[in-house]
């Protein structure tokens, strides 16, 4: 499976972003893999935002994403989306998405085998 993250960009505090991961995949289709949005800055260590399995039918957030991202994906297009609604400063980050063979999805990072290359969320206030 390769991952493309894009969408990223510069959005001032309680603006709106939406960024994508598509996936290029052979063999297993994409709906056989949950996706995880990461992210992480130069001073803290790669952080896990949210995932979603591999029907769209569970996600799961941090708490301080809660109420203003929302997860989703369109298994059809191979694509997974994170909204992100009322951005913050402190959700500047370089987000990346994973896929993973965990059928519900998981925060492990390390359960994930596969990532996209990032892409710079920047959040002025």
């Known amino acids: 499976v390769q991952l493309q993250a894009s969408g990223g960009g510069l959005v001032q505090a309680g603006g709106s972003l939406r960024l994508s991961c598509t996936a290029s995949?052979?063999?297993?289709?994409?709906?056989?893999?949950?996706v995880g949005w990461f992210r992480q800055t130069p001073e803290k260590e790669r952080e896990f935002v949210a995932d979603?399995?591999?029907?769209?039918?569970?996600?799961y957030y941090i708490d301080s994403v809660k109420g203003r991202f929302t997860i989703s994906r369109d298994n059809a297009k191979n694509q997974v989306y994170l909204q992100m609604n009322s951005v913050k400063p402190e959700d500047t980050a370089v987000y990346y998405c994973a896929a993973t063979t965990v059928v519900g999805g998981t925060t492990d990072s390390g359960q994930y085998a596969y990532w996209g290359q990032g892409t710079q969320v920047t959040v002025s206030s």
């Open positions: 979603i399995s591999r029907s769209g039918g569970r996600t």
């Open positions: 995949v052979s063999g297993r289709a994409f709906r056989h893999y949950a």
